[in-house]
C-alpha cells in the first residue's frame, strides 16, 4: 500500500486479495443476548478473575504507564465509549436525535456532544440501511450499559464537529485527505458521511477485537463476541456502500478509504487496517476488499492503549484528544508512546 502524500512513501504492505468472510468467523464467537438496562442489578463482571499482564499491548513502550492488572470489566468499559461515540455519530447524524439521557449518565466525568448535525440521505435504499445500523449502535450502548450494571461510566465528552481542529478534519488532515484550512465536513452529503462512518467503525472492530482476546468470562465473552459480530456487519455494510459508489466515474472514494486506513496504521505498530480495494491510494483499482481480514482469513484487534490511540489521534502517551477531547471515563484511559 502507498501513500500519494509529499514524498509518496509506502505505508504498509499490499493487501491480500482473497478475502475469507470474516462475518462469519466473528458470528461464531457468540450471539448477542437480549438487550438489558443498566438498573442496579450486580454485574456480571463482579466476580470474574483478573487477566494477567499479557492483556496489556505488547508494542507498549516501557516508558507508557500500563496497567498490569486490567479486569473484564476495564475492558467492557473501554467498549462502552467506544461505543458511545459511534452511537451518537449515528444517531444525531441521521436520526437527528443525541442518545437518550437514560443511556449517557454513570460513574466518570460526563460531557456533551458537539459538533453533529443531521445530514441529508438523498438515496431511500441508503437511508435505510443507516437507519438499521443507527438504532442497532443504540442497542448496543444499551447492552454494555447491562453487562456493566452498577459499574457503568458516563458518556464523556466527544467531538464529532467538522471544525478546523475537529476530530474528523484533523484525521482527513492527517491522512491528506484534505489540506489546510479546509475542513472535513462529514455531515455535507451521504458519501461524505460514509467516509465519516468509515473511520469510526473500523476503529470499534478492531478494539473490540483487541479487547475479547483478553476478556477471561465466558459469559461475557460470548456477549462481547456478539456485540462484535454486530459491529462486523455494520462495518462491512459500510465498506460495501463505499465501494459500489467508489465505482462511480471520477469517483475518489475508493482512493479515500485507502488514504484514511493508512494514517490510522499509523496509531498502531503493525499493518492491521485496509481500504475497500486491494490497490493503493494512486491507482486503488476494483479488486473489492470489503473485509479486512489478514491472510489467515480472521481480523486484526488493537489492545486498549492502541485504541485510545487511534481515537485520541495521536502517537505519544495521552490521557485525551481526537474524539475524546477529556478522555474517556474508566481506568483504561491512557493511550501508548507508539
Known amino acids: 500500500m502507498t501513500n500519494d502524500s509529499e514524498g509518496g512513501d509506502p505505508i504498509g504492505a499490499a493487501h491480500p486479495q482473497d478475502r475469507r468472510?470474516?462475518?462469519q468467523a466473528a458470528t461464531l464467537i457468540g450471539t448477542l443476548t437480549a438487550a438489558s438496562s443498566c438498573g442496579n442489578e450486580e454485574s456480571p463482571l463482579a466476580n470474574a478473575p483478573v487477566p494477567t499482564a499479557s492483556g496489556?499491548?505488547?508494542?507498549t513502550p516501557s516508558t507508557t504507564p500500563v496497567l498490569t492488572d486490567i479486569t473484564d470489566e476495564d475492558l467492557v468499559t473501554l467498549s462502552l465509549q467506544i461505543a458511545y461515540l459511534q452511537a451518537e455519530y449515528y444517531s444525531q447524524g441521521v436520526l437527528g436525535v443525541?442518545?437518550?439521557t437514560a443511556l449517557t449518565t454513570g460513574a466518570g466525568t460526563a460531557g456533551a456532544v458537539t459538533g453533529a448535525r443531521t445530514v441529508t440521505i438523498a438515496d431511500p435504499v441508503l437511508a435505510e440501511m443507516l437507519r438499521e445500523i443507527a438504532f442497532g449502535k443504540i442497542d448496543q450502548v444499551t447492552r454494555l450499559r447491562g453487562l456493566l450494571g452498577s459499574a457503568v461510566t458516563a458518556r464523556p465528552a466527544i467531538d464529532i464537529g467538522?471544525?478546523?481542529t475537529g476530530a474528523f478534519t484533523v484525521f482527513a488532515q492527517g491522512a491528506t485527505q484534505i489540506v489546510a484550512p479546509a475542513t472535513f465536513d462529514v455531515y455535507a452529503s451521504q458519501e461524505m458521511f460514509l467516509l465519516g462512518a468509515f473511520v469510526?467503525?473500523?476503529t470499534a472492530v478492531l478494539a473490540y477485537k483487541g479487547h475479547i482476546q483478553?476478556?477471561?468470562s465466558t459469559t461475557l465473552l460470548a456477549a462481547m463476541g456478539g456485540l462484535m459480530a454486530v459491529s462486523a456487519h455494520h462495518a462491512a455494510t459500510i465498506r460495501t456502500q463505499l465501494y459500489v459508489r467508489g465505482a462511480a466515474s471520477g469517483s475518489t472514494l475508493r482512493a479515500s478509504t485507502i488514504r484514511l486506513s493508512d494514517w490510522r496504521d499509523l496509531f498502531a505498530p503493525t499493518d492491521d487496517d485496509q481500504g475497500v480495494t486491494a490497490g493503493s491510494v494512486t491507482s486503488p483499482g476494483s479488486v473489492a476488499n470489503i473485509v479486512p481480514s489478514e491472510s489467515d482469513g480472521i481480523v486484526s484487534g488493537r489492545q486498549p492503549q492502541l485504541t485510545?490511540?487511534?481515537v485520541y489521534l495521536t502517537r505519544l502517551a495521552s490521557t485525551g484528544g481526537?474524539?475524546?477531547p477529556a478522555g474517556v471515563n474508566g481506568r483504561l484511559r491512557t493511550s501508548a508512546n507508539t
Do not use: M, W
Not at 56 to 59: G, I
Open 21 to 23: 468472510r470474516f462475518l
Open 56 to 59: 496489556t499491548p505488547t508494542a
Open 98 to 100: 443525541p442518545l437518550a
Open 162 to 164: 467538522t471544525g478546523a
Open 200 to 202: 469510526i467503525e473500523e
Open 214 to 216: 483478553s476478556i477471561r
Open 308 to 310: 485510545l490511540n487511534t
Open 322 to 324: 481526537g474524539f475524546f
